[in-house]
């Protein structure tokens, strides 16, 4: 059909948001060194148009509020036209490793977040 399988944009999302972090010099390997999983809880996506094979598409990521336990982030997905592609959000829970417990927002992302004035 040459058209993006709809299951991908989950993986775009996963992109898009361990991308964001480590822009900022957070990454998801040193998170589980520190104890800390981030596993998906909640996604949801809005398709507003179909991609294409061969479409350059940017994955444009947003934190929604200050986490706590959970993280929420919204997402657009552009193609190489700017167009509009898809709409989503995604929340995950902070996890402890060993106990596998919910608990807070590690306090060097609060620190990274706020340094980068986005809570």
């Known amino acids: 059909m040459g058209i993006v399988y709809h299951g991908n944009y989950a993986q775009f999302f996963e992109i898009g948001r361990t991308e964001w972090l ?3 010099g957070v990454t998801y390997k040193y998170m589980e060194k520190t104890g800390i999983m981030l596993p998906v809880i909640s996604l949801n996506c809005n398709f507003k148009k179909s991609a294409y094979y061969d479409d350059l598409l940017t994955i ?3 934190l929604k509020k ?4 959970k993280i929420e982030f919204t997402y657009e ?6 167009e509009l592609i898809c709409t989503g959000d995604t929340t995950l ?4 490793s060993t106990t596998k ?3 807070k927002c590690p306090d060097y992302i609060l620190k990274t977040l706020k340094e980068n004035q986005l809570i």
């Open 22 to 24: 480590r822009s900022m």
């Open 77 to 82: 997905i552009t193609n190489q036209n700017d």
């Open 66 to 69: 200050e986490p706590g336990v």
């Open 60 to 62: 444009k990521t947003f």
């Open 93 to 96: 829970a902070f996890i402890n």
């Open 101 to 103: 417990r919910p608990v």
